[in-house]
């Protein structure tokens, strides 16, 4: 990546078109960089349509990223549930990369009373096996395990960073607001900057160079998230936020995931060019 690109976790809702195309050509026309395409609730795009997608993001040069389906866990106890998982996350890896997104998003599943140690080794075994099929396809998306809100799920930033280090295409997906929400911490300059360090110092500097961020406002107990708030409704100090990413030269994607989407996505970027 040249810079870092603003953007939304699926279509804007100030879009008068709500289709994932329409949503493309409305982030370029209120100048947002990037969209981040929704398949949580299941990929039901086909190959036709995105490639139209992949037309039209690069016309207007809007970086593209997927999100595969929540209904992911590659820590399940049932062999159907772990194929079904990475049948999931292969189909949206498949569709984004043809809408030409460069990165697929989802979040790798739960501990269920497993060890830390343990739920490591299977999530990590059952994610090469996803990886290896799409190299095998040509595939080169980034397939990147999220850094989740709540303790009960895989996710910390030393998790996922592991699996990127020990894993090829493999990278992570920082999410600021459930960092914050899991560790009720991470809300200052020097703790920003010390996850950008953590980066650089296991996945090196040019890791730096194309990073998936995802931002909101979160309200979260002393269990983790319980949900997306709107940065000005929120305690998430994404201005200090804005001034690591700068100050440490970040490149990449900044979705943002508040209820507002764009109204938040164009305050970060409105903030960040300001500084």
């Not at 997608?53 to 866990?73: C, E, F, M, Q, T």
């Not at 599943?109 to 990590?124: L, N």
């Not at 970027?269 to 500084?275: A, G």
Request: aromatic letters at 8%; one cysteine or more.
């Amino acid at each position: 990546m040249d810079k870092l690109y603003f953007g939304t976790g699926g279509v804007p809702i100030s879009s008068p078109d709500k289709s994932t195309v329409g949503g493309i050509e409305h982030i370029a026309k209120i100048k947002l960089g990037a969209m981040e395409i929704e398949f949580v609730q299941g990929v039901k795009m086909g190959e036709g349509g995105a490639r139209v997608v992949a037309d039209v993001g690069r016309r207007l040069d809007v970086k593209l990223s997927a999100h595969a389906p929540y209904y992911i866990n590659l820590n399940a106890r049932e062999p159907d549930k772990i194929k079904a998982s990475q049948s999931r996350l292969l189909q949206a890896a498949h569709i984004g990369w043809i809408c030409g997104a460069q990165t697929v998003v989802f979040h790798a599943g739960f501990y269920m009373g497993d060890s830390p140690e343990q739920t490591y080794k299977t999530i990590k075994r059952n994610l090469e096996e996803v990886v290896s099929q799409l190299r095998r396809k040509g595939n080169k998306i980034w397939v990147r395990p999220e850094v989740t809100g709540k303790g009960t799920q895989f996710g910390t930033i030393e998790e996922v960073l592991n699996l990127s280090a020990e894993l090829d295409g493999v990278a992570p997906a920082i999410d600021f607001a459930h960092w914050h929400a899991r560790t009720d911490k991470c809300n200052s300059y020097d703790e920003f900057i010390g996850v950008l360090k953590q980066v650089e110092q296991r996945l090196g500097k040019g890791a730096l160079d194309d990073m998936h961020f995802h931002v909101s406002g979160i309200r979260f107990s002393s269990k983790g998230e319980i949900g997306h708030l709107n940065l000005k409704d929120a305690d998430l100090n994404y201005r200090e936020l804005l001034r690591a990413l700068k100050d440490y030269k970040i490149k990449g994607l900044v979705i943002c995931e508040s209820p507002n989407l764009e109204e938040d996505a164009l305050l970060m970027q409105e903030t960040y060019e300001s500084l």
